[in-house]
DNA sequence: AAATCTCCGATTGTCGACAATCTGAGCGAA
DNA sequence: TTCGCTCAGATTGTCGACAATCGGAGATTT
């Protein structure tokens, strides 16, 4: 659902998919160095579909390229990730507010419904927080696409949401925070029904604050630990 | 300045400007079929390169590419440019707010003389808009730059904006905005000056705002003459 | 020993040719 | 006439080989 179609269309495509995960998944540790042949070897393809496909993650900004050295995986420092949420929270708020009004009433039932779905699985197993930073990111999708902004869809959708699945894999230890992050989206979701997009985009915009801030504690316990 | 080193490093690069100028410019028309063969024969390179130019492209969505069909111009629509003025708001407008506390003295003293030169440039040639949408979007990116997020710069700056570009080359008969829109950069500025974050935000949402709705008038004429 | 230079292996950049696929014209049947 | 089918022509997708460039090991100089 995130990553669409795994193995169709052009060769390229695939190799974009098939690293775009082993990136997000930390298979491929950050800042590893990206060896064309190699890879094309390991994917069973030439070395020029793989070439597109390194383009294609340059612009997503997972892999970061220099001309005549070659591809290294994205670092992602304290500033890129603190850059990477405050561009969240401008454009989530905004998505929100118009998805207030925008959203029908079916999909908002149907967002309330992801909700239910997520805390049934939360009650269950109380630690995968894995499923659970991949539901929360379907939460926010879903609002993106309430928006009916196919260039915030892009933006964030498309793109962005790889960084940020990169980063919750790289801190997904930390469980704490997903029963209040539970209680914000049930506000969020109360506040688009009721047809309030100022509430809305302020109550996400504290969401995505909070999540910074818990991102941000994890990074200085890593780098102390460091 | 807005364009990079047009003759330098990989061939793909060079091809890539070419085309996202030759594209900003309307010298290749919205919807357009962009032939590999035609256009590598055109730069006197293989297609290969070429190819990884499209690639980069599509990322910054000047070209839609379809598999097996080929790639054409992005055409601007009415919904395409909302969107993007929409995702604007919300980015420049946070870019303002930060800006305003993290821009030097200097910088900003920088920011006025811009205008300066802006306001010096409309006296002497009333009608040129051209250098004064570049001069303009030069003004939108000094702020950018302001709020030091690496991110909302290589969005706005390397690649949205070149959407943005090419919608002024479409629209930039109307020379009546270029003296409002000067006095409404006059008040970012003062706001940024007097590091009031908040009102520099607001100022830039309506200044935004205001361009949009603008466009959105001249869209209107265009679509009822034709 | 430290710094610099030189050269070689490895990797990236580029090209040309071939295979796979799509588009559209022309033909035939309902 | 209109619809569907077939089949070239053109265009994209892919590969393998060659050229250009970079990084590092080792030798040389101070």
Known sequence: MLLKEP???TLADVAAHRLAHSIVTGELAQGQKLNEAELAESFGMGRGPLREALRHLEGMRLVKRIPNVGARVVVLDRKTLSDLYAVREALEGMACRIAAVQMTDDEIAQLSGLLDKHEEQIR????????QSEGDLDFHYQIVRGSRNEMLMHLLGSEQYQLLRMCRYRTSRNAQRTRPALLQHRQIVAAIANRDGELAELLMRRHIQGAWRSISEMI???EKAA
């Open 7 to 9: 193995e169709q269309g």
């Open 124 to 131: 269950q197993d109380g630690g995968k927080v894995y499923s």
């Open 220 to 222: 200085d316990k890593e």
